[in-house]
């Protein structure tokens, strides 16, 4: 049996391209193109497609927050992201919605039509330059983490008490220390976090 497939493009060319490329393969057929993310919310859940290919940039509600709605109500759908968009933001944001695996336009018929096997597989299709970026947050992330690791008790207390407003004599105050000792702890989490202020240092450590 076919898989069945929706397809959620503001483009009218590119969505009946989509449509086409999907119809010539022997493995799938079109539940339902959408332009929006409206009509496709209306439409969707009672298809009960076998996945979904999912633009971003639409007219309306966004296609990351109709894969969101898609998936608070059918958490099992799959969400192919295909899309222009490259940017870290857009990115993560689309897997934090529950997309399953993000592709760019740019990759052509072939290479969607692999992703939806890879999908269907049970993978998450990347394209490559996606999956570079992905790879190097990860890292980035890692890297802040083990700096933050070096913070000591007393260090964190200071970042958390900074993080909500507080200045060094309120600090001291709730800390029980003098506002010295607060400066000097300060001035040791600006070396350990390569900082050079507060903002920076407690930018870096609320993303620990």
Partial sequence: MKKRICIVEDDQDLREALGMMLQFTNQYEMAGSYPNAELALMD????????????????????????????????????????????????????????????????????????????????????????RKVVASFSKMESQNKITESLTLREKEILDLLAKGQMNKEVAWELGISTGTVRKHIQNIYEKLHVNTRVEAVNLYLKR
């Fill in 44 to 131: 969707i859940p009672a298809e009960d497609p076998d996945a979904v290919l999912m633009d971003i940039n639409l007219p309306g509600e966004s296609g990351i927050t109709c894969v969101s709605r898609l998936k608070a109500t059918n958490p099992d759908l799959l969400v192919l992201m295909c899309t222009s968009h490259d940017d870290n933001e857009k990115i993560f944001a689309s897997l934090k919605a529950g997309a399953s695996g993000y592709i760019l336009k740019t990759e052509g018929p072939a290479q969607i039509i692999a992703a939806l096997d890879e999908l269907f597989e049970g993978g998450s299709p990347m394209s490559g330059s996606i999956a």
